[in-house]
């Protein structure tokens, strides 16, 4: 499956704001401009739909299930109150046939006034984009009242529909075989991670067994993960080479084994400890452990790691500012990566860098655009001739564009 579309509408200070997706995608734009906001919005969608009554709850009052992401109300006086939206389209393949479904769910929560905090609306549709007429209805809610298949119900004001049919249809027994498909799809949608690497926190847990869990994950395990990616071997070789070539390295090597180690309450009872060693080898040097490396060498395994690690990141890689920490021409092979493994790894870059733009395509960016009432929206780059005439002759850069807020370039 592939996120082709993320909408959000009062959550924080993003107000009717749609982000269109392909395999790579960038986000640009000032601090504190609603980058960061779209990626935790995407990540209220598995709880608001799929968490337990009392995540939903710590939604409905205003909050989110995680203190890194604060308030989830809009807090822009113009919207005060204004109900949540978050919306998604996704493309999925059921029986050999693509189908294009849209999810969306609107939530109230509480105001200062009086608890009233609960679902708004969801709705559930999907198309066939081959055939022709209107895409197929197949859950609609309107506060209490819930439509599944055409068939009415009633739920609690604060229980997800996606949680109702489970209840209503065990084993999504008598339903479209489809539906099943994507309401799971869902959920994986709502357990995209964000991933802000921390090279003091990946280097504290390099040898843990930390796995990637967090909602926003700034370290995890480096071997821990590793030893699972080799274990799979699926993507091993694809890591050590692409680490090779962005860092210009001679040589990666991963071993792993079960060591007997004696209790402290008998030694001659024995547990297997797992011995868990990455080691890298630099031109001139001999192999090394990756902790005697710099930052940016365990900054780049990691993201690499999260690529090859699909069932602990969500459909899209989610990276916030790759370029810390990392040289210029490590950021540059390190983008041609991405750009050509994208379509099967597709990915979304928060950045404020001019040289990461330099190394994007246009078409691939959406820049943050703040209105004069402090809300949020995003606009993509004009792909048209007098930005290529500019380029081409070499008047400006790319990057440039950054410094001046990309005006007259975008889309109106």
């Known amino acids: 499956m592939k996120l082709k579309q993320i909408r959000v509408d009062g959550y924080k200070n993003l107000i009717d704001c749609k982000v269109d997706l392909g395999?790579?995608?960038?986000?640009?734009?000032p601090n504190n401009s609603g980058k960061s906001n779209i990626l935790e919005a995407l990540q209220i969608l598995?709880?608001?739909?799929?968490?337990?009554?009392?995540?939903?709850?710590?939604?409905?009052?205003?909050?989110?299930?995680?203190?890194?992401?604060?308030?989830?109300?809009?807090?822009?006086?113009?919207?005060?109150?204004?109900?949540m939206t978050i919306g998604i389209i996704f493309e999925t393949t059921v029986n050999r046939k693509l189908w294009t479904v849209d999810y969306e769910v609107k939530i109230q929560c509480d105001d200062s006034k009086k608890e009233n905090g609960g679902f708004i609306s969801e709705t559930l549709k999907a198309k066939v984009p081959s055939k022709t007429g209107p895409a197929i209805t197949y859950i609609?809610?309107?506060?209490?009242?819930?439509?599944?298949?055409?068939?009415?119900?009633?739920?609690?004001k604060d229980n997800s529909s996606l949680l109702a049919i489970e209840s209503i249809y065990p084993d999504f027994e008598g339903l479209p075989t489809e539906l099943e498909i994507f309401i799971r799809a869902i959920y994986w949608v709502g357990a995209t991670r964000v991933f802000a690497m921390s090279p003091t926190g990946l280097r504290d847990n390099i040898?843990?067994?930390?796995?990637?869990e967090d909602i926003r994950t700034s370290s995890f395990g480096l071997s821990f993960v590793l030893d699972n990616i080799k274990e799979e071997d699926k993507y091993y070789e694809l890591f050590r080479?692409?680490?090779?070539?962005?860092?210009?390295?001679?040589?990666?090597?991963f071993k792993a084994e079960d060591i007997p180690t004696p209790t402290k309450k008998a030694k001659a009872k024995k547990t297997l400890k797992r011995m868990r060693f990455f080691l890298v080898k630099r031109t001139g040097s001999d192999y090394c452990l990756i902790e005697e490396y710099s930052d940016g060498t365990l900054v780049v395994a990691a993201i690499l790691e999260a690529l090859f690690s699909p069932n602990d990141r969500g459909p899209i890689l989610c990276l916030e500012e790759l370029e810390n920490c990392l040289h210029p021409a490590a950021v540059e092979k390190l983008l041609r990566f991405l750009q050509d493994?994208?379509?099967?790894?597709?990915?979304?870059?928060?950045?404020?860098?001019?040289?990461v733009l330099n190394g994007v395509n246009p078409e691939d960016v959406n820049v943050a655009v703040i209105d004069k009432t402090g809300a949020a929206h995003f606009e993509k780059v004009k792909n048209n001739k007098q930005l290529r005439d500019c380029l081409n002759k070499g008047l400006m850069n790319f990057g440039d564009l950054l410094v001046k807020d990309f005006q007259g370039f975008r889309e109106t």
């Open 23 to 29: 395999d790579f995608n960038v986000l640009v734009g």
């Open 46 to 83: 598995w709880p608001i739909s799929f968490g337990d009554e009392k995540l939903r709850k710590i939604i409905f009052k205003g909050l989110t299930p995680r203190l890194m992401l604060d308030s989830s109300m809009c807090h822009l006086q113009k919207h005060l109150n204004k109900p």
């Open 140 to 156: 609609s809610r309107q506060g209490r009242e819930l439509e599944i298949a055409k068939k009415p119900y009633k739920i609690a």
């Open 207 to 212: 040898d843990g067994e930390k796995p990637i």
């Open 241 to 253: 080479e692409a680490l090779c070539d962005i860092l210009d390295l001679e040589d990666v090597r």
């Open 341 to 355: 493994n994208a379509d099967k790894w597709p990915v979304l870059i928060t950045t404020h860098s001019p040289y």
